[in-house]
């Protein structure tokens, strides 16, 4: 990490989320609601189809701040809000979300982050915030 | 019976510990694709949102409280956000005490928010993780 200021951007981060991913997701963190790997219960629920986990997509945007800190020990506080839903297809393209981050503040040894993630047009996650440690 | 106000305060504690292993953590890690070395190894920590698998056990015992009369299948994640003292690792023993910190009520849907405090099991901070639910008791 270089010299941090306000209006430092940090590099951004696309990253695609296929089916495969939905599932290996489901088992490595134990939630297998099905909106997140069928179709048939996605679709009764009243969603266009099978959506991510929020909590893949909270943790794609975190690597935008982690992949820069030195240690991602540093990371103090994380939060986000989930706006929509993204949507994953049963193809092989899938869902892109392009994660980018900008230092809002920097005061007493910390910068607060904004994270913007889009997928397509929209702004999939709200109020996407990180405090980080900069000493 | 349903939430209301008057149940804020309430407090549940997961059943059991839960014993961090760097295996899970690598599991974890690759499943959010996530290569950064931290999360390798003897003295791997765990990326930032393995906090809310670790909660998880503390939120089943909250839902398993007939007096909220709340389902899983009728619940959105609306918002969520960590503070960490310091990083899980491996090796870790954690408590997690799940507190109900705010319902809000607008028709058949409750907003619940409820905070997670992780600790050592000998009462360490950790993290603390603060879900926002909504609830839907409608039937659609």
Excluded: C
Excluded at chain 1, 45 to 56: E, R
Excluded at chain 1, 67 to 96: C, H, N, Q, S
């Amino acid at each position: 990490m270089s010299s941090v200021e306000v209006g430092t951007e940090l590099p951004p981060l696309t990253v695609t989320l296929r089916r495969e991913d939905l599932v290996r997701y489901a088992g490595a963190s134990g939630d297998f609601n099905p909106i997140h790997w069928n179709d048939r219960m996605a679709t009764s629920l009243g969603l266009p189809g099978v959506i991510a986990h929020g909590m893949l997509t909270m943790a794609s945007a975190a690597r935008v701040v982690t992949d820069w800190l030195d240690d991602p020990a540093d990371l103090l506080e994380y939060g986000v809000r989930f706006t929509k839903p993204v949507i994953v297809p049963d193809d092989d393209k899938g869902a892109t979300i392009t994660f980018s981050a900008k230092v809002d503040k920097v005061a007493d040894g910390t910068a607060e982050i904004d994270i913007t993630a889009l997928a397509g047009e929209e702004k999939v996650l709200g109020r996407a915030r990180a405090v980080v440690r900069v000493s | 019976m349903t939430i209301d106000a008057t149940m804020v305060g309430r407090s549940y504690a997961a059943a059991e510990s839960y014993q961090v292993g760097r295996e899970k953590i690598r599991e974890f890690a690759d499943a959010i694709g996530d290569a950064n070395p931290a999360y390798r190894g003897d003295d791997a920590i765990a990326p930032p949102t393995f906090a809310f698998m670790v909660a998880n056990p503390a939120l089943l015992r909250l839902l398993a409280d007939d007096e909220l009369g709340l389902r899983l299948d009728r619940i959105v994640h609306g918002a969520q956000k960590f503070s960490y003292t310091r990083p899980i690792k491996a090796g870790d023993d954690i408590a997690a005490t799940a507190t109900i910190t705010t319902v809000r009520k607008a028709g058949d849907v409750e907003v619940i928010m409820y905070e997670t405090a992780l600790t050592t099991v000998d009462g360490d901070p950790i993290a603390t993780s603060t879900s926002t639910i909504s609830h839907n008791r409608a039937d659609s």
